[in-house]
């Protein structure tokens, strides 16, 4: 069984410019998080989608950022027109279920950089 | 609110020294479960041990070990015989009634050979 896979690994954009992280949740995971981890820092929630639901963003930043986690395929992070402030590591994590506090199994991570 | 304390920031050891990291955590909630990640300098996050609120039990799993005590709302964490792999920082985390796992700060520890 696969873990949860998050491409790209790396990912550098100018200011202005779109970003699109990608998280493939391991298989029967309906449930996919999202965690922003800037440098020297701990994580912080962002988003919790079950598929094609958007359960809980409170963690999102207003503007720019969205989520989605269609039937089909990945989970997007999208966010738009970055800024240097956005430059940090993108972890995805999935779980089949939440009721029993199963472990949130995290991907690699994507390293943005906003130039 | 959810929220874990990590009031260690860095730790150094010398290989085979024992590692006891501290982790507090707050919820209104009587139903939750704590958590121990591992993120090497390679940048991924790694479960460790899961505890949930109703087992107070301590346990020992080959190097690891936790010691969980609800009185003081701790969630200790001790490596023993720590060796240069082990170097990483060790996040605390809990998850509860709000469906989310919220982290702490996290704790640098550092293993010198």
């Known amino acids: 069984n696969a873990g949860v896979m998050q491409n790209p690994r790396h990912l550098v954009r100018r200011r202005g410019q779109e970003a699109r992280l990608r998280c493939s949740p391991m298989?029967?995971?309906?449930?996919v998080y999202w965690y922003r981890q800037l440098p020297e820092e701990g994580l912080k929630f962002m988003v919790y989608?079950?598929?094609?639901?958007?359960?809980?963003e409170s963690g999102m930043p207003k503007e720019r950022f969205s989520a989605e986690f269609p039937k089909e395929g990945p989970s997007i992070l999208r966010i738009q027109q970055v800024v240097r402030g956005d430059s940090a590591a993108y972890f995805c994590?999935?779980?089949?279920?939440?009721?029993?506090?199963?472990?949130?199994?995290f991907g690699n991570g994507t390293r943005l950089t906003v130039t | 609110a959810q929220k874990v304390t990590q009031a260690q920031t860095e730790i150094s050891v010398v290989e085979k020294e024992d590692v006891t990291l501290d982790c507090v955590y707050e919820?209104?909630?009587?139903?939750?479960?704590l958590f121990w990640y591992k993120q090497p300098p390679s940048g991924e996050l790694v479960f460790l041990i899961r505890?949930?609120?109703?087992?107070?039990q301590n346990e020992i799993s080959g190097r690891y070990s936790w010691n969980f005590q609800k009185s003081t709302s701790s969630f200790n964490f001790t490596i023993t015989a720590s060796q240069v792999v082990d170097s990483a920082v060790y996040f605390c985390?809990?998850?509860?009634?709000?469906?989310?796992?919220?982290f702490g700060a996290g704790t640098t520890v550092t293993v010198r050979a």
């Open positions: 994590a999935s779980s089949p279920r939440v009721q029993d506090g199963s472990p949130l199994h």
């Open positions: 298989k029967g995971h309906s449930h």
């Open positions: 989608l079950q598929k094609e639901n958007i359960i809980d």
């Open positions: 919820t209104r909630d009587t139903t939750y479960y």
């Open positions: 505890r949930n609120s109703f087992d107070e």
């Open positions: 985390a809990l998850f509860s009634n709000d469906y989310k796992l919220s």
